[in-house]
Protein backbone atom coordinates (compact mmCIF):
# COMPACT_ATOMS: atom_id res chain seq x y z
CA UNK A 1 0.00 0.00 0.00
CA UNK A 2 1.17 3.44 -1.03
CA UNK A 3 -0.04 7.01 0.28
CA UNK A 4 -0.01 9.48 -2.32
CA UNK A 5 -1.21 13.42 -2.26
CA UNK A 6 -3.05 11.55 1.66
CA UNK A 7 -4.77 8.80 -0.54
CA UNK A 8 -3.99 5.29 0.03
CA UNK A 9 -2.81 3.11 -2.98
CA UNK A 10 -3.34 -0.56 -2.78
CA UNK A 11 -1.62 -2.73 -5.61
CA UNK A 12 -3.83 -5.84 -5.87
CA UNK A 13 -1.00 -7.41 -8.19
CA UNK A 14 1.51 -6.88 -5.53
CA UNK A 15 -0.98 -8.53 -2.35
CA UNK A 16 -1.23 -11.35 -4.76
CA UNK A 17 2.49 -12.18 -5.39
CA UNK A 18 3.03 -11.97 -1.55
CA UNK A 19 -0.46 -13.90 0.09
CA UNK A 20 0.61 -16.47 2.32
CA UNK A 21 -1.22 -19.14 0.30
CA UNK A 22 0.94 -18.43 -2.70
CA UNK A 23 4.10 -18.60 -1.20
CA UNK A 24 3.09 -22.01 0.55
CA UNK A 25 1.98 -23.18 -3.41
CA UNK A 26 4.91 -22.31 -4.63
CA UNK A 27 7.03 -23.92 -1.54
CA UNK A 28 5.05 -26.79 -2.38
CA UNK A 29 5.44 -27.09 -6.21
CA UNK A 30 8.75 -26.09 -6.52
CA UNK A 31 9.46 -27.99 -3.59
CA UNK A 32 8.29 -31.41 -5.27
CA UNK A 33 9.84 -30.30 -8.75
CA UNK A 34 13.56 -30.21 -7.54
CA UNK A 35 13.03 -33.15 -5.02
CA UNK A 36 11.82 -34.94 -8.53
CA UNK A 37 14.65 -33.75 -10.54
CA UNK A 38 17.21 -34.62 -8.49
CA UNK A 39 16.23 -38.11 -7.04
CA UNK A 40 15.68 -38.89 -11.36
CA UNK A 41 19.17 -37.38 -11.76
CA UNK A 42 20.71 -39.50 -8.65
CA UNK A 43 19.04 -42.57 -10.12
CA UNK A 44 21.19 -42.18 -13.39
CA UNK A 45 24.05 -40.29 -12.56
CA UNK A 46 26.05 -42.08 -15.40
CA UNK A 47 23.23 -41.04 -17.88
CA UNK A 48 23.42 -37.48 -16.19
CA UNK A 49 27.38 -36.90 -16.79
CA UNK A 50 27.10 -38.32 -19.90
CA UNK A 51 24.52 -35.15 -20.31
CA UNK A 52 26.36 -32.42 -18.75
CA UNK A 53 29.52 -33.73 -20.89
CA UNK A 54 27.54 -32.54 -23.87
CA UNK A 55 27.19 -28.82 -22.71
CA UNK A 56 31.05 -28.63 -23.18
CA UNK A 57 31.21 -25.96 -20.54
CA UNK A 58 32.69 -27.99 -17.52
CA UNK A 59 36.41 -29.06 -17.75
CA UNK A 60 36.56 -32.87 -18.00
CA UNK A 61 37.75 -33.10 -14.23
CA UNK A 62 34.69 -31.26 -12.57
CA UNK A 63 31.72 -33.26 -14.86
CA UNK A 64 31.44 -36.18 -12.24
CA UNK A 65 31.71 -33.71 -9.30
CA UNK A 66 29.33 -31.53 -10.68
CA UNK A 67 27.11 -34.05 -11.85
CA UNK A 68 27.11 -35.99 -8.33
CA UNK A 69 26.79 -32.96 -6.22
CA UNK A 70 23.77 -30.81 -8.05
CA UNK A 71 21.01 -33.61 -7.81
CA UNK A 72 21.95 -32.98 -3.93
CA UNK A 73 21.69 -29.58 -3.76
CA UNK A 74 17.95 -29.78 -6.08
CA UNK A 75 16.83 -32.69 -3.10
CA UNK A 76 17.83 -31.02 -0.36
CA UNK A 77 16.38 -27.24 -1.39
CA UNK A 78 13.73 -29.20 -2.43
CA UNK A 79 13.04 -30.54 0.78
CA UNK A 80 13.58 -27.18 2.99
CA UNK A 81 10.96 -25.41 0.36
CA UNK A 82 8.30 -28.23 1.35
CA UNK A 83 9.79 -28.51 5.13
CA UNK A 84 9.20 -24.85 5.88
CA UNK A 85 13.22 -24.33 7.12
CA UNK A 86 14.92 -22.08 5.69
CA UNK A 87 12.89 -21.20 2.93
CA UNK A 88 14.69 -18.09 1.71
CA UNK A 89 18.41 -19.79 1.63
CA UNK A 90 16.87 -22.95 -0.58
CA UNK A 91 14.80 -20.40 -3.04
CA UNK A 92 17.56 -18.98 -3.46
CA UNK A 93 20.09 -22.02 -3.86
CA UNK A 94 17.23 -22.84 -6.08
CA UNK A 95 17.16 -19.13 -8.21
CA UNK A 96 20.69 -20.15 -8.75
CA UNK A 97 20.60 -23.57 -10.04
CA UNK A 98 18.13 -22.20 -12.41
CA UNK A 99 20.13 -19.33 -13.13
CA UNK A 100 22.80 -21.72 -14.47
CA UNK A 101 21.03 -23.72 -16.18
CA UNK A 102 19.35 -20.53 -18.17
CA UNK A 103 23.08 -20.13 -19.14
CA UNK A 104 24.10 -23.38 -20.26
CA UNK A 105 20.88 -23.79 -22.34
CA UNK A 106 21.72 -20.11 -23.98
CA UNK A 107 25.26 -21.24 -24.85
CA UNK A 108 24.57 -24.99 -26.49
CA UNK A 109 21.33 -23.30 -28.11
CA UNK A 110 24.28 -20.22 -29.19
CA UNK A 111 25.96 -22.91 -30.91
CA UNK A 112 23.40 -24.54 -32.93
CA UNK A 113 23.50 -27.22 -30.57
CA UNK A 114 19.78 -29.64 -29.23
CA UNK A 115 19.60 -32.39 -27.09
CA UNK A 116 18.26 -33.59 -24.00
CA UNK A 117 18.66 -31.11 -21.24
CA UNK A 118 19.25 -33.81 -18.56
CA UNK A 119 16.36 -31.81 -16.04
CA UNK A 120 13.84 -33.94 -15.97
CA UNK A 121 11.23 -35.93 -17.65
CA UNK A 122 8.14 -35.04 -18.29
CA UNK A 123 4.98 -37.68 -19.33
CA UNK A 124 8.09 -39.81 -20.06
CA UNK A 125 10.26 -37.27 -22.00
CA UNK A 126 12.50 -35.05 -21.67
CA UNK A 127 12.98 -31.84 -22.97
CA UNK A 128 15.44 -30.80 -25.82
CA UNK A 129 17.77 -28.12 -25.33
CA UNK A 130 16.40 -24.75 -26.92
CA UNK A 131 14.26 -21.33 -26.41
CA UNK A 132 11.39 -23.17 -24.87
CA UNK A 133 13.70 -24.70 -21.86
CA UNK A 134 15.32 -21.31 -21.50
CA UNK A 135 11.51 -19.63 -21.49
CA UNK A 136 10.56 -22.62 -18.59
CA UNK A 137 13.66 -22.16 -16.68
CA UNK A 138 12.96 -18.36 -16.53
CA UNK A 139 9.30 -19.13 -15.04
CA UNK A 140 10.46 -21.00 -12.92
CA UNK A 141 13.59 -18.84 -11.60
CA UNK A 142 11.24 -15.89 -11.56
CA UNK A 143 8.48 -18.20 -9.17
CA UNK A 144 11.39 -18.91 -7.11
CA UNK A 145 12.71 -15.11 -6.59
CA UNK A 146 8.45 -14.65 -5.95
CA UNK A 147 9.13 -16.95 -2.75
CA UNK A 148 12.26 -15.32 -1.97
CA UNK A 149 11.76 -11.79 -1.71
CA UNK A 150 8.49 -12.55 -0.12
CA UNK A 151 10.57 -13.85 2.85
CA UNK A 152 13.38 -11.29 2.44
CA UNK A 153 9.87 -8.99 2.66
CA UNK A 154 8.92 -10.51 6.05
CA UNK A 155 12.09 -10.02 7.96
CA UNK A 156 12.37 -6.43 6.99
Keep these: MVILNGKKKDYPMKKFLFNKIWI ?14 GILKILNLFEFSLTVAKYGILPEKLINLFSTMLPFFEVVSGFFLLSGFFIQG ?4 ISFLLFIFIAAVVYV ?11 FEILGKEPKTG ?20 KLKKQT
Design 90 to 93: ASLI
Design 131 to 150: VLLILRNIILMVLSLNVFVS
Design 24 to 37: RVLQIFLGILFIYS
Design 109 to 119: VSKGLSFECGC
